[in-house]
């Protein structure tokens, strides 16, 4: 069968709709249409019914940004397309995984994860847009890597906040809902929270520096005290985290009570190291 080859092309993005469309189908087992492909993105809910998009640039592909489902994992795993060392100019992977990204593909949620791994076990930053269970992120080994990670409007308690940052030894980013508290520890007030996150998490997270919060419930700004609070303490626990960026609907109202709550007797102690988080907040983006 006669087939397309792009011979020149370093840059491939598809939207949505792309990869329904009959003229992406393959044409040849053999061939290779991207040979030169140094960047994929795609925003497709699934990749060809083959490896197509792969053949023949496993020595020139160095960022790699998709949507990962159990259709795309069968034909991953099928190809082998992620075979290790075969993609050794890989520098960048992002991985959106759908919710049903683990459930039809694996044997347990720890195999999925080791997959994603394995997707970019060369690359030097990873970013991760899922939506699995914390839990079973935080109990696989494999993700240390993750520079970026954005779990969408999971909603997370201070405790799994403090337990992702701190397994995360590159983690620069986190994008998450807006935190609860949870439960106080045994005996310790309100007032002497600060006190106590540091003697028992300080320092950790060096490299982490900005915490985007999203709420599904915009109207919810009863909780503005508690998600200002955890991210004071946040700052107080890691000592390059430079801002908090709430929703724009919710920075004017996050900000004031940072002030207020950076000048309370709770965290005067610690004004110097909190007061530059208010300049970054006011004129950072939530992106």
Not at 109 to 123: D, T, Y
Not at 138 to 160: K, M, P, Y
């Amino acid at each position: 069968d006669g087939h397309v080859t792009y011979p020149h092309l370093v840059s491939l993005v598809l939207g949505d709709n792309s990869c329904d469309k009959e003229w992406n189908r393959p044409t040849s087992r053999g061939a290779a249409p991207f040979p030169a492909l140094r960047q994929l993105v795609t925003s497709c809910d699934r990749f060809f019914d083959d490896d197509t998009l792969f053949r023949g640039n496993a020595a020139t592909l160095e960022k790699l940004s998709f949507y990962l489902d159990s259709e795309s994992v069968s034909m991953l795993r099928k190809y082998k397309v992620f075979a290790p060392g075969r993609h050794p100019k890989l520098q960048a992977v992002e991985l959106c995984l759908s919710e049903d990204f683990e459930l039809e593909s694996f044997a347990s949620p720890a195999e999925a994860m080791e997959f994603v791994h394995n997707i970019g076990s060369g690359a030097a930053i990873r970013r991760y847009d899922v939506e699995v269970e914390v839990d079973i992120l935080l109990s696989f080994d494999g993700h240390a890597c993750i520079q970026v990670l954005n779990l969408q409007t999971i909603r997370l308690e201070f405790a799994t906040v403090l337990a992702l940052v701190k397994s995360l030894p590159l983690l620069s980013d986190l994008h998450t809902g807006m935190p609860a508290l949870g439960p106080m520890p045994d005996g310790v007030t309100m007032d002497a929270l600060p006190e106590y996150v540091i003697s028992q998490h300080a320092p950790m997270g060096k490299r982490f520096r900005c915490w985007h919060l999203y709420n599904r419930h915009d109207r919810h700004y009863h909780e503005l005290a508690t998600w200002v609070t955890c991210a004071l303490l946040l700052a107080l626990v890691c000592p390059n985290f430079a801002y908090a960026a709430p929703p724009s609907e919710t920075r004017k109202l996050f900000m004031e009570q940072m002030e207020r709550e950076i000048a309370s007797d709770r965290f005067k102690l610690y004004a110097p190291r909190l007061r530059p988080l208010l300049f970054l907040g006011w004129n950072g983006k939530n992106d």
